[in-house]
């Protein structure tokens, strides 16, 4: 038997043994455990070493606000850190460690940290790593030195490095009614949302539904609360329109009713099943929400409340009730209102013995001395606790009198013997999401909370979340809340009947002990009493500041149980009251979220990716793949033992010397349709479209409205009405939205219908001197000589049984053909053309080839056209229609756009018959030592088997007039430095004579 | 972020594309005013408030909608389609253009 | 006539994308992903004040009636349509050359007709988890009376586009541009296999 475990009682399995390990230490527990929950079962109070001063610290909550005990769960060899022991269900062979410890947890060396904890005050960051002003080590790097191990000292759990295998996913949901929490409140919205037709999602963040009804001990019609609730959750699963997502946590409420949640879908079982995700990333369009989540109790501050066995009153009580476990076998309580006598009543019914209960207020009710009574527990009023005892377990407590009104300390200390001390200092109701969601909170001094705001998207709050702590309102309100959510006004009926333990909702106002020794006020980031002070002297007078200042708050647990005792303490640093000081918003995530969850689907090899219709071809035949942008496109088709360079320099060649075929089916194609087709053109294309003749094509040139050029491509007219536009692959998107941006919203009087035909065509490019025979060779249904097929000129045939349309334009230089076909048919085609160019020395060329060819002509890309050069930069103002206006002709001659001393497309040539390379800079004079005075840039390199030798592209200031003369790269990342010629940047066949024919 | 696209729904604002402020006049085509043509390409009101936008469902119909939205608080207060737009139709209307 | 080749074979594609039951099927099968091979799709659009004479055209060609509203579609199993954006219809046909008996129907005057049978690829996903696993991809919502049965969508996945009619209770036709499609269809396998299933 466990040494803490209760005879009877609580929620869990006690047929059902689980055997798990912490530290290396086998344990045992139960089904429905937490590693909390076991672990205090087992007698263990040490669970962890905090972030700055490596101070032994416990568990201090039973919840998702635990700021204390965080552990490290391993998975194989995968290590998750931080991770909230009491929300970590124990499974066989759950492997979980603890943190920031050297070399264990209960001998952890840096816990001398302790010793000289006034150097670790508020602001020890800022003020450290600025390093000594004066003194010898000033201006050295020893304090740099020094960052390292004290960076190292303090933190939390280390990630690990091993890849993360788990599955994760999103869910995207949609719902009439969201209800966030499934407590009394939120179980009773969900029902009367679901009974008046309603979507609903029911979502709660622990295991089981039900909420504080798992563990109060109350009854509610007549049967035990967890009773009523397991009941409740099980009818609302019978309901077609309810979900429930149990182990699941809203974390994010954004604009629009649109909500955030993490489900743990897997992180309970030993493995998971077969596709099952580890997360569920949902999001979760509502109509409407119930918030229900809750409140969340807040510690007191005092010296040594952070001593392992200081504990939340609730947090033991639940312990008891839910997992039949004790906290402690002496137990004292200190507390500032009514609620603690409850959790003591629980805990002597458990079996512990109360030895005390300590509470600030001098008078106190007559139903709260006789549940004292009853528990047989000392009462001690207008007392205070000021010290805790004992190492790594708490020993005892020492008590002081104490007066609220002035918070002055007077008397004897007197000592009392325990071995678990619970602390309540009333209840926060979580606002968190209402936050995120709008306006600021309110500040109700009675309950010394902040209550939601005023609702500023569609919510409604129920149950302790307003700051109705009582379950009886928490059922009246969750109804009515369920109501209103779903649009129902509903028959009144009658309400669950709760009996439960009465106390008085409002709490004393105290907040904090001042007395000797470090009293915490955020345990997870270890902030004191003193450092709130601290800052306060120093200045930080906003509570923002405060926040960043101390980092009160800005540990993983966002403060969940620091915020109102760092903010009262402040307010009284101050001399104001709480609400001037103000509050700061939450901001999602409400608790730690997996980055896995957020990059779901999209991550590794299910990232979408595009694929030309001759992609398998391609790496069949050897082609090296090469992502360009989502689209795979064969770089090069290497042969055993060359290299890239020598890879595409053979393609190129061979294609010049005899005929080469690229894949060019990822350009962008779209149609353009429609009567006012040919105008439309002419307005978006700076040359003119409407004289175009049917069954012929023409390359144009796009400008943005600001002038600058946008894009190029050839432009086929297949009749009257009808046009097929190309765009460069990276482009083909943006121009589309271009093109439907005037259509829809500047000249929606066009009569043009723009589709994108990118996927329909499958495209393939075939240049060179044979190129013409090698058609001849396999088309039919037309001729292809140059009559029937002109320079530019469409025709209509078939190859090999298969539709084709058949262009005759060159990007490479050569006498060259597009030849499109139907998609589906693009392999057919593909493999016909290879066969019949096989006699001919036909050669298929990658990307490298295709840019080799491009730069030896000059052409221009994206490299170039790089939205800051312009049409006369790029020497293309042949194409710049005067006769009619266009899209970025007004602004295309402005003076900055003409002025002397622009960047100019010019060709170079390495006179040291070594590679240029691109992004490389142009220097005039070259000074390696001192690079300067750049007047340019490389944007396209390659070795050119044409000129046989090096060249490349380059944008260069005054370019045009530089031809002829020398200048040099200047590449110092990358140690290049040589002379060049700038040459102009049409290196081969400059006239057009091999493309003409 | 949902904008309700007129055609498509309520979607979420990924599926949506800003395409600029919705208070720009484009000048008349050959209009050589290069102030008019400035303030058209660059000039932005940025207001804290209402603010038209256009918008297109890129993800979706790909019609393009001029939505009023609270640069505040996010607030869409009406969303339709940039066509059939009485600014746009009473302008063409005006040039002799419907 | 040479046969069409589908983005999704004869691909060396991984064995639990091909013909068969996978995932965790052992617990039964909850979803069937099939590529139907439309012989056609088409776009038509009509200039506006021109889509109810578009619309008749399509009831000529097709004989589907398409009800009033923005989505709405209609299928008879062999032929579907359904309006994807304002004036604009998707319309499939198990046959091919449908383009060519909308050419006298759809009239420059009405509107365009543009032939996408190649360059979209049809994908099926039924059962009684169709809608969870398409809730996974797409944020609109899959539930019948939301989106009954005949209407259609647009939306997308990250940079998948896609249009998806509803042709059953628990049925989903879902048009991708093709060269997406190999790695859409990868998703949805791997998206299907917590519920199980087969690839028809």
């Known amino acids: 038997m466990s040494p803490r475990r209760t005879d009877a009682g609580g929620r869990i399995d006690r047929l059902r043994t689980i055997r798990f390990t912490f530290d290396g230490t086998p344990y045992t527990g139960h089904a429905g455990d937490t590693l909390a929950s076991a672990l205090l079962a087992n007698g263990v109070t040490l669970f962890g070493r905090s972030f700055k001063y490596h101070r032994p610290r416990g568990v201090l909550t039973s919840g998702v606000e635990e700021p204390n005990a965080l552990v490290t769960v391993l998975r194989g060899e995968v290590r998750e850190p931080n991770i909230a022991a009491t929300m970590v269900e124990i499974y066989d062979g759950l492997t979980a460690v603890s943190q920031n410890r050297f070399p264990s947890l209960a001998w952890d060396i840096s816990a001398a940290n302790q010793l000289g904890g006034k150097l670790l005050s508020a602001g020890f960051y800022y003020k450290t790593f600025m390093g000594p002003a004066i003194g010898p080590l000033k201006n050295t790097r020893f304090w740099m030195f020094c960052e390292h191990f004290i960076r190292r000292a303090a933190g939390l759990g280390r990630a690990g490095t091993a890849a993360d295998t788990a599955r994760y996913e999103r869910m995207n949901a949609f719902c009439d009614v969201l209800v966030v929490g499934s407590g009394p409140a939120g179980l009773m919205a969900a029902r009367a949302a679901a009974d008046q037709g309603a979507r609903v999602i029911l979502s709660e963040l622990e295991p089981h539904f039900g909420g504080s009804a798992n563990w109060s001990g109350e009854t509610?019609?007549?049967?035990?609360?967890?009773?009523?609730?397991?009941?409740?959750?099980?009818?609302?699963?019978?309901?077609?329109?309810?979900?429930?997502?149990?182990?699941?946590?809203?974390?994010?409420?954004?604009?629009?009713?649109?909500?955030?949640?993490?489900?743990?879908?897997?992180?309970?079982?030993?493995?998971?099943?077969?596709?099952?995700?580890?997360?569920?990333?949902?999001?979760?369009?509502?109509?409407?929400?119930?918030?229900?989540?809750?409140?969340?109790?807040?510690?007191?501050?005092?010296?040594?409340?952070?001593?392992?066995?200081?504990?939340?009153?609730?947090?033991?009580?639940?312990?008891?009730?839910?997992?039949?476990?004790?906290?402690?076998?002496?137990?004292?309580?200190?507390?500032?209102?009514?609620?603690?006598?409850?959790?003591?009543?629980?805990?002597?019914?458990?079996?512990?013995?109360?030895?005390?209960?300590?509470?600030?207020?001098?008078?106190?009710?007559?139903?709260?001395?006789?549940?004292?009574?009853?528990?047989?527990?000392?009462?001690?009023?207008?007392?205070?606790?000021?010290?805790?005892?004992?190492?790594?377990?708490?020993?005892?407590?020492?008590?002081?009198?104490?007066?609220?009104?002035?918070?002055?300390?007077?008397?004897?200390?007197?000592?009392?013997?325990?071995?678990?001390?619970?602390?309540?200092?009333?209840?926060?109701?979580?606002?968190?999401?209402?936050?995120?969601?709008?306006?600021?909170?309110?500040?109700?001094?009675?309950?010394?909370?902040?209550?939601?705001?005023?609702?500023?998207?569609?919510?409604?709050?129920?149950?302790?979340?307003?700051?109705?702590?009582?379950?009886?309102?928490?059922?009246?309100?969750?109804?009515?809340?369920?109501?209103?959510?779903?649009?129902?006004?509903?028959?009144?009926?009658?309400?669950?009947?709760?009996?439960?333990?009465?106390?008085?909702?409002?709490?004393?106002?105290?907040?904090?002990?001042?007395?000797?020794?470090?009293?915490?006020?955020?345990?997870?980031?270890?902030?004191?009493?003193?450092?709130?002070?601290?800052?306060?002297?120093?200045?930080?007078?906003?509570?923002?500041?405060?926040?960043?200042?101390?980092?009160?708050?800005?540990?993983?647990?966002?403060?969940?149980?620091?915020?109102?005792?760092?903010?009262?303490?402040?307010?009284?640093?101050?001399?104001?009251?709480?609400?001037?000081?103000?509050?700061?918003?939450?901001?999602?995530?409400?608790?730690?979220?997996?980055?896995?969850?957020?990059?779901?689907?999209?991550?590794?090899?299910?990232?979408?990716?595009?694929?030309?219709?001759?992609?398998?071809?391609?790496?069949?035949?050897?082609?090296?793949?090469?992502?360009?942008?989502?689209?795979?496109?064969?770089?090069?088709?290497?042969?055993?033992?060359?290299?890239?360079?020598?890879?595409?320099?053979?393609?190129?060649?061979?294609?010049?010397?005899?005929?080469?075929?690229?894949?060019?089916?990822?350009?962008?194609?779209?149609?353009?349709?429609?009567?006012?087709?040919?105008?439309?053109?002419?307005?978006?294309?700076?040359?003119?479209?409407?004289?175009?003749?049917?069954?012929?094509?023409?390359?144009?040139?796009?400008?943005?409205?600001?002038?600058?050029?946008?894009?190029?491509?050839?432009?086929?007219?297949?009749?009257?009405?009808?046009?097929?536009?190309?765009?460069?692959?990276?482009?083909?998107?943006?121009?589309?939205?271009?093109?439907?941006?005037?259509?829809?919203?500047?000249?929606?009087?066009?009569?043009?219908?723009?589709?994108?035909?990118?996927?329909?065509?499958?495209?393939?490019?075939?240049?060179?001197?044979?190129?013409?025979?090698?058609?001849?060779?396999?088309?039919?249904?037309?001729?292809?000589?140059?009559?029937?097929?002109?320079?530019?000129?469409?025709?209509?045939?078939?190859?090999?049984?298969?539709?084709?349309?058949?262009?005759?334009?060159?990007?490479?230089?050569?006498?060259?053909?597009?030849?499109?076909s139907g998609a589906g048919y693009g392999t057919h085609v593909w493999e016909a053309l290879i066969e019949a160019g096989k006699p001919f020395g036909l050669v298929t060329y990658g990307l490298e080839a295709l840019g080799t060819m491009r730069i030896e002509k000059g052409h221009v890309t994206g490299a170039e056209i790089d939205g800051r050069t312009t049409a006369r930069d790029l020497h293309l103002d042949w194409m710049l229609s005067k006769k009619k206006p266009f899209i970025g002709s007004a602004m295309m001659d402005r003076e900055g756009l003409i002025a002397p001393g622009r960047l100019e497309l010019v060709g170079l040539i390495s006179l040291d018959n070594q590679p240029l390379n691109g992004g490389g800079h142009i220097v005039e004079a070259l000074d390696e030592a001192n690079p300067h005075d750049s007047i340019g840039h490389i944007t396209a390199c390659c070795y050119s088997p044409a000129l046989g030798k090096y060249i490349a592209l380059a944008l260069v200031k005054d370019g045009k007039v530089r031809r002829g003369t020398r200048a040099h790269i200047s590449d110092p990342l990358r140690n290049r430095f040589g002379p060049l010629e700038i040459v102009s940047n049409h290196f081969f066949d400059p006239d057009g004579s091999r493309m003409h024919g | 972020m949902l904008i309700t696209c007129p055609y498509c729904g309520p979607r979420d604002v990924i599926e949506f594309t800003y395409q600029g402020d919705g208070n720009r006049e484009r000048p008349q085509p050959a209009s050589q005013d290069l102030d008019a043509w400035n303030a058209y390409v660059y000039d932005r009101l940025n207001p804290a408030g209402d603010h038209n936008e256009i918008w297109q469902h890129s993800g979706g119909c790909r019609a393009h909608l001029r939505v009023v939205r609270n640069t505040l608080t996010h607030e869409i207060s009406s969303v339709a389609f940039t066509r059939g737009d009485h600014k746009v139709a009473a302008r063409h209307k005006a040039e002799g253009k419907l | 006539m040479v046969e069409r080749q589908s983005p999704l074979e004869p691909a060396p594609l991984e064995l639990e994308l091909r013909t068969g039951s996978h995932g965790d099927f052992e617990h039964g099968i909850e979803v069937i992903l099939s590529e139907t091979r439309p012989g056609s799709i088409l776009q038509l659009a009509a200039w506006p004040g021109r889509e109810k004479e578009l619309i008749a055209g399509i009831r000529t060609v097709t004989g589907l009636a398409l009800p009033d509203g923005a989505g709405a579609g209609s299928t008879d199993g062999a032929r579907s349509a359904f309006g994807f954006a304002p004036g604009k219809f998707t319309v499939v046909d198990e046959a091919e050359g449908l383009a060519s008996a909308f050419a006298n129907v759809v009239t420059p005057a009405i509107g365009t007709v543009t032939d996408l049978s190649h360059g979209r690829t049809a994908i099926r996903i039924a059962g009684p988890k169709a809608e969870w696993v398409l809730a996974k991809f797409f944020a609109i919502d899959f539930a019948l009376p939301a989106f009954p049965v005949g209407a259609g969508r647009s939306t997308m996945h990250h940079d998948v586009f896609a249009q998806i009619q509803r042709t059953g209770a628990d049925q989903f036709d879902i048009y991708v541009f093709r060269s997406f499609a190999r790695s859409f269809w990868k998703a949805l396998c791997h998206a299907g296999e917590e519920v199980g299933y087969e690839v028809q």
């Open chain 1, 220 to 820: 509610i019609d007549g049967m035990p609360a967890a009773d009523w609730a397991a009941r409740a959750a099980g009818q609302l699963e019978g309901y077609d329109n309810v979900r429930l997502l149990p182990r699941t946590t809203v974390w994010g409420y954004y604009d629009g009713n649109t909500l955030a949640a993490l489900e743990r879908v897997t992180d309970h079982k030993e493995r998971p099943g077969k596709g099952e995700p580890r997360h569920r990333y949902w999001i979760i369009r509502a109509k409407s929400v119930v918030l229900a989540t809750g409140s969340l109790e807040r510690p007191l501050v005092f010296p040594g409340n952070d001593r392992p066995g200081v504990m939340l009153a609730h947090a033991a009580e639940r312990y008891a009730n839910e997992y039949g476990v004790l906290a402690g076998n002496r137990i004292a309580l200190f507390t500032n209102n009514d609620s603690a006598y409850r959790s003591a009543l629980a805990l002597k019914k458990a079996g512990a013995a109360i030895v005390a209960i300590v509470d600030v207020r001098p008078e106190l009710s007559s139903e709260m001395r006789e549940f004292a009574d009853e528990a047989e527990a000392k009462i001690l009023s207008g007392h205070a606790v000021v010290a805790t005892e004992g190492g790594k377990a708490l020993s005892g407590v020492k008590v002081q009198r104490f007066d609220m009104a002035n918070g002055a300390l007077a008397g004897d200390t007197r000592s009392i013997q325990a071995d678990c001390l619970l602390m309540s200092a009333g209840w926060s109701p979580t606002i968190h999401l209402a936050s995120q969601a709008g306006a600021k909170a309110e500040w109700n001094e009675a309950l010394q909370a902040f209550l939601p705001p005023k609702a500023t998207q569609r919510w409604i709050g129920a149950g302790a979340f307003t700051g109705s702590f009582s379950t009886a309102e928490a059922i009246a309100e969750g109804r009515a809340a369920g109501l209103s959510a779903a649009g129902g006004t509903g028959t009144p009926a009658a309400l669950p009947v709760v009996e439960a333990v009465p106390g008085d909702p409002d709490p004393a106002p105290v907040f904090e002990i001042r007395a000797d020794g470090e009293s915490f006020v955020d345990f997870q980031h270890d902030v004191t009493a003193e450092d709130v002070r601290l800052a306060h002297r120093e200045g930080f007078i906003s509570v923002e500041h405060l926040k960043r200042y101390t980092t009160l708050g800005m540990a993983t647990d966002q403060g969940k149980s620091s915020n109102i005792a760092g903010l009262a303490i402040m307010a009284e640093a101050l001399g104001k009251p709480i609400p001037e000081v103000g509050t700061t918003r939450f901001r999602p995530p409400f608790s730690a979220v997996s980055i896995g969850s957020l990059a779901a689907e999209r991550f590794g090899d299910l990232r979408p990716e595009r694929l030309t219709p001759m992609h398998d071809w391609h790496v069949a035949n050897g082609a090296t793949m090469y992502s360009a942008g989502l689209w795979y496109r064969p770089m090069i088709y290497g042969l055993s033992g060359e290299t890239i360079e020598q890879a595409y320099v053979r393609e190129a060649r061979t294609t010049r010397e005899s005929a080469g075929i690229v894949d060019v089916s990822t350009l962008g194609k779209i149609a353009v349709q429609g009567p006012d087709a040919a105008e439309f053109l002419d307005r978006v294309y700076t040359n003119m479209f409407s004289t175009l003749a049917v069954g012929k094509a023409r390359y144009g040139l796009m400008l943005r409205e600001d002038g600058l050029a946008f894009d190029d491509g050839t432009t086929w007219r297949l009749g009257e009405q009808d046009f097929l536009m190309t765009t460069t692959t990276a482009n083909a998107g943006k121009v589309m939205q271009h093109l439907e941006y005037f259509l829809d919203v500047i000249w929606p009087e066009l009569k043009v219908h723009v589709t994108s035909v990118t996927d329909e065509w499958a495209g393939a490019a075939i240049g060179g001197p044979k190129a013409r025979a090698i058609l001849a060779a396999c088309v039919t249904g037309t001729a292809v000589d140059n009559a029937t097929l002109p320079f530019m000129g469409i025709v209509h045939g078939k190859i090999s049984g298969v539709p084709v349309m058949i262009c005759r334009l060159s990007f490479s230089g050569e006498m060259a053909f597009e030849v499109y």
